[in-house]
T-cell receptor
Framework: DVKVTQSSRYLVKRTGEKVFLECVQD?????MFWYRQDPGLGLRLIYF???????EKGDIPEGYSVSREKKERFSLILESASTNQTSMYLC???????????????FGPGTRLLVL | QKEVEQDPGPLSVPEGAIVSLNCTYS??????FMWYRQYSRKGPELLMY????GNKEDGRFTAQVDKSSKYISLFIRDSQPSDSATYLC????????????FGSGTRLSIRP
């Protein structure tokens, strides 16, 4: 079974803090993704990565950065947290590299972040 | 206009009813169509996957794609309380640069 784990289920941070969200997958997947999920807006892609040290911007990268130093680990960084970044953050991974068309994505349980 | 539109619900039906969940989309390049199920406080998990037009059946679940109308459906027969969840449609194109675009999800509740 594919397992995607996220470092925290719930986080409370203050405006301006630097926030690190960690994601680890145990199935040697090439692709990893970070989404945020907000009511009425669905899942929106923040960043994704095809391989170690590679990253691509998604639809809403502003205010975020990512790091992928090892294949199994993909970190999302909020450089200076703001209240509009309060959301559910979901990490996902998929098997093959070179494209994302139609590939099953396996999701972690999510991190609910509250920025005060 | 969003690329993928999905009625957010909530939808509440009695146990045993047939449920119909739907999405419309605007991008004719979409070729892969998926339904994800998300239980409360969990991440989404893939429920069904179809390529191009047609139907696909898996137990009590049937996925239907009508590319001419840009409309996809998920039918659940003999619905059970354990089917209570949020259902997200998702789709992507054929090129290697295609991303998966998710609908906003429909919250479904099956009443015992």
């Amino acid at each position: 079974d594919v397992k995607v784990t996220q470092s925290s289920r719930y986080l409370v941070k203050r405006t301006g803090e630097k926030v690190f969200l960690e994601c680890v997958q145990d199935m040697d997947h090439e692709n990893m993704f970070w989404y945020r999920q907000d009511p009425g807006l669905g899942l929106r892609l923040i960043y994704f990565s095809y391989d170690v040290k590679m990253k691509e911007k998604g639809d809403i990268p502003e205010g975020y950065s990512v790091s992928r130093e090892k294949k199994e680990r993909f970190s999302l960084i909020l450089e200076s947290a703001s209240t509009n970044q309060t959301s559910m953050y979901l990490c996902a991974s998929s098997l093959t590299g070179g494209g994302v068309q139609g590939e099953t994505q396996y999701f972690g349980p999510g991190t609910r972040l509250l920025v005060l | 206009q969003k690329e993928v539109e999905q009625d957010p619900g909530p939808l509440s039906v009695p146990e045993g009813a047939i449920v119909s969940l739907n999405c419309t989309y605007s991008n004719s390049a979409f070729q892969y169509f998926m339904w994800y199920r998300q239980y409360s406080r969990k991440g989404p998990e893939l429920l069904m996957y179809t390529y191009s037009s047609g139907n696909k059946e898996d137990g009590r679940f049937t996925a239907q794609v009508d590319k001419s109308s840009k409309y996809i459906s998920l039918f659940i027969r003999d619905s059970q309380p354990s089917d209570s969840a949020t259902y997200l449609c998702a789709m992507s194109g054929y090129s290697s640069a295609s991303k998966i675009i998710f609908g906003s999800g429909t919250r479904l509740s099956i009443r015992p």
